[in-house]
């Protein structure tokens, strides 16, 4: 079974620039995460959603982000414009509320790693 | 307000020894989970376990063995004759039940010597 594919896997961009990360879930899956992973600041979660709809977003930077979940199948985490201190690697997961959306088993991808000059 | 504890930043061992990453946590809540995320060097975060507040049973599975102790509210992962493909940052994990997302810990890193 396929995993959480995220994309780009890597991007370098110069600031200003507007920077899209996507994600693809586990079908089936009814719960998305996104979380942010620096040195200073450790694992953060930005926003989840469920069956689609955004239920947290508290821990969203600033104005700059946003994010969707069009359908059950795919998410953008968009940040414009980035900054330098937007470099990080960003994780998408998603987990099954039916078994684990409230017991934390998610699944994540492998991760977008965000550097911005 | 949940938080997490991970107090060791970096461990080295020598293969074939056995290891302890602590883990200490804080909630209000009586009814939460506490998880553990494996991160290889690869990049990916991979789960490895949950155990819900009212199992204080411990866990072995192969080589990996976690202790869960309420009284000192302290969820430690020990892993028995370490190999190097163990080497990775390790991450503890709480749920509890006013949140609906996971609290991560600062992560150790664990590196096993040949």
């Known amino acids: 079974d396929a995993g959480v594919i995220q994309s780009p896997r890597h991007e370098v961009t110069e600031m200003g620039q507007e920077v899209t990360l996507r994600c693809k879930p586990i079908?089936?899956?009814?719960?998305l995460f996104w979380y942010r992973q620096t040195m200073m600041r450790g694992l953060e979660l930005l926003i989840y959603?469920?069956?689609?709809?955004?239920?947290?977003d508290s821990g969203m930077p600033e104005d700059r982000f946003s994010a969707k979940m069009p359908n059950a199948s795919f998410s953008t985490l968009k940040i414009q414009p980035s900054e330098p201190r937007d470099s990080a690697v960003y994780f998408c997961?998603?987990?099954?509320?039916?078994?684990?959306?409230?017991?934390?088993?998610?699944?994540f991808g492998e991760g977008s790693r965000l550097t911005v000059l | 307000a949940q938080k997490v504890t991970q107090a060791q930043t970096e461990i080295s061992v020598v293969e074939k020894e056995d290891v302890t990453l602590d883990c200490v946590y804080e909630?209000?809540?009586?009814?939460?989970?506490l998880f553990w995320y494996k991160q290889p060097p690869s990049g990916e975060l991979v789960f490895l376990i949950r155990?819900?507040?009212?199992?204080?049973q411990n866990e072995i599975s192969g080589r990996y063995s976690w202790n869960f102790q309420k009284s000192t509210s302290s969820f430690n992962f020990t892993i028995t004759a370490s190999q190097v493909v163990d080497s990775a940052v390790y991450f503890c994990?709480?749920?509890?039940?006013?949140?609906?997302?996971?609290?991560f810990g600062s992560g150790t890193q664990l590196t096993v010597l040949p």
């Open positions: 997961a998603s987990s099954s509320g039916a078994t684990s959306g409230r017991t934390g088993e998610l699944f």
């Open positions: 079908s089936g899956h009814d719960y």
């Open positions: 959603f469920n069956n689609n709809v955004p239920i947290d």
């Open positions: 909630t209000r809540d009586t009814t939460y989970y």
């Open positions: 155990r819900n507040s009212f199992d204080e």
């Open positions: 994990a709480l749920l509890s039940g006013s949140a609906r997302q996971l609290t």
